[in-house]
Structure formats: C-alpha cells, structure tokens
C-alpha cells in the first residue's frame, strides 16, 4: 500500500508526477521527522518490508526494524541532524520474503526554507547480491564468475602496480556502450566518460582509497555518447586472495539516476512545500489579527455591558452579541489550531500525565452544563487509578473536554455520561465516553471528523463550528495517539482515544497557590498607564476598563515615537502595547524601551490581535511581561494589570 496524494509532501496536493517517480522505483524511500515518526514511505518500502503504509506512518523505527538494527539507524540519522551531510552506510535488515537483506543506504537531511533541518531523507538500495558476489570472490573463482556476469551492476576487478582489470562482467557494455573495449585496456579511459567536474574529485578519492587500504564511496556522473547525462554509484574495496597475492580491488558501479531525480524532485517539492506552507501561516496569522481588532471592541464592550444593570430586554440582547462574539472567537481558535497541526507547527510538550486526574478536570468543567438538563455523569476516576499516558497535559484536557461537552449537549434531556477505561495489551491505555444521545446514524460515521461537517445539528439545534472532533483527532494523532467511535442512532454513540501507557513519575510538586492573581491591590494608589494603540474603539474600551479602578491615570498615543517620549518623560508603572502602528513598531518600541536605562525596567504588557504561538513566544523573550490576545479577555485584563500595578 502506498501513499494517497494528499500524504505525500508536496507543494501541491495530488501530486502524481512526484508519487509516481518515488513509487516507480524499486529502492526504499522514507522521510522521517526530527523525532524518528516516519512521514512518508514509497511501494518500494513497503512491498520490501511487507508492510502496508499505514502500519508505518506516524510510528518510528522500533515499529518495523530490529532493535539492533534500530540503534545503527538512529546513530546515522544523528549524525545527518548534526552534521548536516549526506552519509552512506551498509546495513542488514529482515525483508518480507524471510531473508536477510544488505541494503545500501543514502541519508540526506531535509531543510525548511530557513536552511533548519526538520526531517531526514532515506533512499536504500538492496545490494544483496553484489556483497554475495564479493563474497564468493573468496571462495570459489567459478561461482563468482556465474554470479557476478546474472547481476545487472557493473563488476570490476581491479590489479594494482600496474593498474590493471583483471575481470569485468557483462553489464559493462550496456553501461558504456562501444567504449568497454577500451576500458578492458586501459582503465584510465573511464575517467574521460566523467562530467568535467567529477573528473578530479574521482581521481582524488581512488589514489587515496588505495594509500589507505580502505574502502570507498562516491557518486560521479557518467557522459553518455548521446549527451545525456546518468548518476552512477561507484563503491572501491579491497581483496586479497592471498598473504603473497598482489593487492586486488573490486570496484562496483550501479545506475541510480531515477533514485538520484527523486531525492532531486523529492528535496524541490519539500522546499516548495515549506514556502507555500509559510504563506499559509502568515496569511492566517493576518486574517486572524484583521478578525481579532474589531471583535476585541465587540467583545470587550458587550463585557462592559454585561457587568452593568440592564432591563432584562436590553440584557439578552447583550448575551446574543457575546454569545455570537464568542462563537465566532472560537471559529478563529480552531481553525489556527487545526492550521498549525497539519503544518507541523503545534507546539507539544509530552510527559506522563495523570489520565484520571486529567479526565477528572474535565468532568468538573462540564458538570455545569449536565446539570441545566439533568444529565447524569458516570465514572468519576480517582487520580492515579487510571494510570498514566504520554501526552501534553493541556491539549489532553482539551480533547476529554470537547468530547464530554459533545456527550452533554448531543444527549437527551435526564440522560447519562459514562467515562471509563481498558488498558491495552500493547501497552496503551484506552479512555471511553459513553453518552445516551441520538447517536449517529451509520452512513454518518466516516463522515464524523470532517472539518465543517456538523451532523445531527438540525435534530440537535446544538451551536458549533464543526471543527471541534476535526482538532480533537489532529492533537490525538500529534501526541501518537488514535481516536474512534461507535454510534447506535437513537440509543447513544461512543467515543474514545488511545495514547501511550507512561511509568507514574515521582512525587508531583504542590499546585500553586489559587486566586493570588484575582486579588485587587489590598490599598489603591495612584499608577500611571500608558497605552499605545492606533484603533480608537480599542482605545475607549481600555477607558472605560481603566475607569472601573480607581487611582489609575491613563496616558494613550497612537504613534510609536511619541511612546517613548512620553514613557521617558512620565515613567509609567505599566504600558500596554499594540503591535501595528503607523509609524514605529509595537516590536520595535519594545526593543527601544528595553534599551533605554531611563525605561529598561518599566513592565510592558502587549495586546496584540496576533494569537500565533510563535509570536508569543518571540515578544516575551524581547522582554514583554505578558501577552494579551484581543478579543481581550477581562478577568484576564484586570489580573494581569492589578497584578502588576500590586507590584510597582
């Protein structure tokens, strides 16, 4: 079995001419990612290895080789990360027809467009039956002969002091044509059939393969009478047949221009993938920020609404702007989760993880929204009675969440939620929820983690995006796990995950202290704000935030290079700050107030509507104190700067 189009990294999806290249050759073909996770196997690989495609993708090496064999791989992959060179190697693996196979293998490293190499790159010949010919060579002159003149690759024997060929077999003809006569006479010829460049380089390495005694491996390429021009293979070792016999060396030479195109087409590919996938990322990250600006005033002043005294007329209408705020909100959330997922770029920290404890936390979030509807929740696990997954402690909770929320509001009215768990004998862990809902009909199911693809949601009359079991399955897959389900329609369905069993690590470290972070300061002051945005909405609604503690004097601008004057000038206790501004950037103030000794200390927190992580990330290392995302949360808002101003 071999890869669907849409698996096979590309620029494009259905790229046919590429999967066709990589599947019409008889070598092994993989890439692998930089944690050993295969990414992509060929026919060849498959039908080798007896091993259908999707028993192979997304596991590592343990899963299909040795685990002898496993630790001479993971040295060679090692080394290509770090060195980032190509290197070829021999080793043996057990094929699908029960022999033991001699396989030589190329590994080349695959680089993003920023040159960081991301996954490594396989390309594995069998040459089980040159080694058996070199073999023979030993034993007997006649078998070696029969062998050496049925295989397709170029057989050399080599004599030195004269360099002379003492033998060749046929397959030298069909390589050089007319000019195998010649090179019976004189060896030298061959390098005149060399590309100009390859010339010297060929030399070099023969004259000092044989000074040291030690093997050797090179690609040349080969000129062909009609111009064409063909990848060959060319290995050197030496024999001896003899204490007193003169040095002999067999040379071996194999045609591997269609494997050399598809590394070629297969590296070309990639490097246009990683463009077109950073052109995705920034225009998600764009269309996110121009979504985020006007949903933080919607958002932020329905907020403000809320907290006041309206007529109940007036205060429904409040909860409608929110709740589509809201919904909307979280249409953008997950279409950038599901966006960095299958672009590589989500963000994991896997370690054990309690999965009780976990699904615990999760049934208390929800238990809220069962008890409107008299829904039953079944199964509470004590922590530590479940055992312990791999996984990240946070996406998991995310998964347990939108799954039990699902069984909550897909259910009847007076029904019941089951949790539940059954180890595995493979060592995983398998963790169910079990609703007593309108289930899903059978014709549905495979249908049921399409993106956008909101089943039942008429008979339901549930919100949603349609999204939620889309990223659910995604986070499973990235944690190495696997999500299913089981529906009868009209008695309830069934949904669960698998993710790997992990040993319970040692003491856990006392949770910190909760709230700290909601107190108000215990005597207000007077604190200066300063506040640099260009949106005016955005301006009066961190106003009328402002307004709500009492002590606090809010300065704003809208340009960048008044920013700092008036920061130098007024010494605020906090600034908060946008990134886009017309003139200067959020970036680059920040980077002129952490240089400037008169405003290096004073705390800067960014309200940015650019929600990627990577972002994040970068301003905070610049010396940003937070990161607050717009739509602003205002619990959030408030803990963070009570939480500061508490401080100065």
Same mark, same amino acid.
């Given at each position: 079995?071999?890869?669907?189009?849409?698996?096979?990294?590309?620029?494009?999806?259905?790229?046919?001419?590429?999967?066709?290249?990589?599947?019409?050759?008889?070598?092994?073909?993989?890439?692998?990612?930089?944690?050993?996770?295969?990414?992509?196997?060929?026919?060849?690989?498959?039908?080798?290895?007896?091993?259908?495609?999707?028993?192979?993708?997304?596991?590592?090496?343990?899963?299909?080789?040795?685990?002898?064999?496993?630790? =001479?791989?993971?040295?060679?992959? =090692?080394?290509?990360?770090?060195?980032?060179?190509?290197?070829?190697?021999?080793?043996?693996?057990?094929?699908?027809?029960?022999?033991?196979?001699?396989?030589?293998?190329? &590994?080349?490293?695959?680089?993003? =467009?920023?040159?960081?190499?991301?996954?490594?790159?396989?390309?594995? /010949?069998?040459?089980?039956?040159?080694?058996?010919?070199?073999?023979?060579?030993?034993?007997?002159?006649?078998?070696?002969?029969?062998?050496?003149?049925?295989?397709?690759?170029?057989?050399?024997?080599?004599?030195?002091?004269?360099?002379?060929?003492?033998?060749?077999?046929?397959?030298?003809?069909?390589?050089?044509?007319?000019?195998?006569?010649?090179?019976?006479?004189?060896?030298?010829?061959?390098?005149?059939?060399?590309? !100009?460049?390859?010339?010297?380089?060929?030399?070099?390495?023969?004259?000092?393969?044989?000074?040291?005694?030690?093997?050797?491996?090179?690609?040349?390429?080969?000129?062909?009478?009609?111009?064409?021009?063909?990848?060959?293979?060319?290995?050197? /070792? !030496?024999?001896?047949?003899?204490?007193?016999?003169?040095?002999?060396?067999?040379? /071996?030479?194999?045609?591997?221009?269609?494997?050399?195109?598809?590394?070629?087409?297969?590296?070309?590919?990639?490097?246009?993938?990683?463009?077109?996938?950073?052109? &995705?990322?920034?225009?998600?990250?764009?269309?996110? +920020?121009?979504?985020?600006?006007?949903?933080?005033?919607?958002?932020?002043?329905?907020?403000?609404?809320?907290?006041?005294?309206?007529?109940?007329?007036?205060?429904?209408?409040?909860? +409608?702007?929110?709740?589509a705020g809201r919904h909307l909100l979280g249409l953008i959330d997950e279409i950038l989760e599901i966006s960095r997922i299958e672009s590589g770029q989500l963000r994991l920290s896997l370690e054990p993880v309690d999965l009780a404890e976990s699904m615990g936390e999760a049934l208390d979030m929800v238990r809220p929204l069962a008890a409107r509807r008299s829904i039953e929740l079944i199964g509470r696990p004590r922590p530590g009675s479940w055992g312990w997954v791999r996984a990240d402690n946070q996406r998991l909770k995310q998964v347990l969440l939108n799954l039990l929320s699902n069984a909550v509001k897909y259910n009847r009215d007076g029904g019941s939620v089951r949790v539940d768990v059954l180890p595995s004998a493979t060592g995983r862990l398998r963790a169910s929820v079990t609703d007593t809902g309108i289930g899903i009909p059978a014709v549905d199911l495979e249908r049921i983690f399409l993106p956008f693809d909101r089943l039942m949601a008429d008979q339901s009359g549930e919100e949603g995006t349609g999204l939620g079991l889309t990223l659910t399955k995604g986070l499973l897959e990235a944690m190495g796990g696997a999500i299913g389900v089981r529906s009868d329609e009209g008695e309830g369905s069934e949904f669960w995950i698998d993710l790997?069993?992990?040993?319970?690590?040692?003491?856990?470290?006392?949770? #910190?202290?909760?709230?700290? #972070?909601?107190?108000?300061?215990?005597?207000?002051?007077?604190? /200066?704000?300063?506040?640099?945005?260009?949106?005016?909405?955005?301006?009066?609604?961190?106003?009328?935030?402002?307004?709500?503690?009492?002590?606090?004097?809010?300065?704003?601008?809208?340009?960048?290079?008044?920013?700092?004057?008036?920061?130098?000038? +007024?010494?605020?206790?906090?600034?908060?700050?946008?990134?886009?501004?017309?003139?200067?950037?959020?970036?680059?103030?920040?980077?002129?107030?952490?240089?400037?000794?008169?405003?290096?200390?004073?705390?800067?927190?960014?309200?940015?509507?650019?929600?990627? #992580? =990577?972002?994040? #990330?970068?301003?905070?290392?610049?010396?940003?104190?937070?990161?607050?995302?717009?739509?602003?949360?205002?619990?959030?808002?408030?803990?963070?700067?009570?939480?500061?101003?508490?401080?100065?």
């Amino acid at each position: 079995m071999t890869a669907e189009p849409a698996d096979l990294p590309s620029a494009h999806d259905g790229d046919e001419q590429l999967r066709a290249m990589l599947d019409a050759t008889p070598a092994m073909v993989s890439i692998k990612d930089a944690e050993g996770r295969y990414l992509y196997v060929n026919r060849g690989f498959s039908e080798t290895m007896g091993l259908p495609f999707d028993q192979v993708v997304g596991r590592t090496m343990d899963a299909v080789y040795p685990l002898d064999t496993v630790s =001479r791989l993971l040295r060679a992959e =090692r080394q290509v990360m770090a060195s980032g060179d190509d290197t070829v190697f021999e080793h043996r693996l057990p094929a699908a027809d029960g022999g033991d196979h001699i396989f030589l293998s190329l &590994k080349f490293p695959l680089r993003d =467009r920023d040159g960081v190499i991301r996954s490594v790159g396989t390309i594995s /010949t069998d040459v089980t039956e040159v080694r058996q010919v070199t073999a023979a060579l030993a034993d007997s002159e006649d078998r070696f002969r029969q062998l050496a003149e049925t295989i397709d690759e170029v057989f050399v024997l080599i004599g030195i002091d004269p360099l002379t060929v003492l033998y060749v077999n046929p397959a030298l003809e069909r390589l050089l044509g007319a000019a195998g006569a010649q090179f019976r006479a004189d060896p030298r010829s061959f390098v005149d059939r060399l590309h !100009p460049d390859d010339r010297y380089p060929f030399m070099r390495s023969v004259v000092g393969a044989f000074d040291r005694g030690q093997p050797e491996m090179l690609e040349l390429r080969l000129l062909q009478p009609d111009g064409e021009v063909r990848w060959m293979r060319c290995r050197l /070792t !030496p024999a001896r047949t003899g204490v007193d016999a003169p040095r002999r060396w067999v040379a /071996t030479v194999k045609d591997v221009t269609d494997q050399k195109h598809a590394e070629l087409a297969l590296r070309s590919a990639l490097a246009e993938a990683e463009r077109a996938s950073g052109a &995705k990322s920034e225009f998600l990250s764009r269309v996110s +920020h121009e979504l985020r600006t006007p949903l933080n005033a919607i958002l932020g002043f329905g907020q403000l609404l809320e907290l006041d005294e309206l007529e109940p007329v007036h205060e429904e209408s409040v909860q +409608h702007i929110l709740r589509a705020g809201r919904h909307l909100l979280g249409l953008i959330d997950e279409i950038l989760e599901i966006s960095r997922i299958e672009s590589g770029q989500l963000r994991l920290s896997l370690e054990p993880v309690d999965l009780a404890e976990s699904m615990g936390e999760a049934l208390d979030m929800v238990r809220p929204l069962a008890a409107r509807r008299s829904i039953e929740l079944i199964g509470r696990p004590r922590p530590g009675s479940w055992g312990w997954v791999r996984a990240d402690n946070q996406r998991l909770k995310q998964v347990l969440l939108n799954l039990l929320s699902n069984a909550v509001k897909y259910n009847r009215d007076g029904g019941s939620v089951r949790v539940d768990v059954l180890p595995s004998a493979t060592g995983r862990l398998r963790a169910s929820v079990t609703d007593t809902g309108i289930g899903i009909p059978a014709v549905d199911l495979e249908r049921i983690f399409l993106p956008f693809d909101r089943l039942m949601a008429d008979q339901s009359g549930e919100e949603g995006t349609g999204l939620g079991l889309t990223l659910t399955k995604g986070l499973l897959e990235a944690m190495g796990g696997a999500i299913g389900v089981r529906s009868d329609e009209g008695e309830g369905s069934e949904f669960w995950i698998d993710l790997a069993g992990e040993v319970a690590p040692g003491d856990p470290q006392p949770p #910190a202290e909760a709230g700290a #972070a909601d107190r108000p300061p215990a005597t207000p002051t007077t604190h /200066t704000v300063l506040y640099v945005e260009d949106n005016v909405s955005n301006v009066h609604l961190v106003e009328r935030l402002l307004d709500r503690r009492p002590g606090v004097v809010l300065i704003s601008t809208m340009q960048g290079s008044l920013a700092l004057d008036l920061a130098a000038e +007024h010494q605020p206790d906090l600034v908060l700050l946008d990134l886009g501004l017309p003139d200067v950037s959020g970036e680059e103030v920040l980077r002129r107030l952490r240089a400037e000794p008169a405003t290096a200390a004073i705390p800067v927190v960014i309200l940015s509507a650019d929600a990627t #992580a =990577r972002q994040v #990330a970068r301003l905070t290392q610049m010396g940003a104190l937070d990161y607050l995302t717009k739509p602003l949360d205002l619990q959030r808002f408030y803990r963070v700067v009570d939480g500061v101003l508490s401080l100065t």
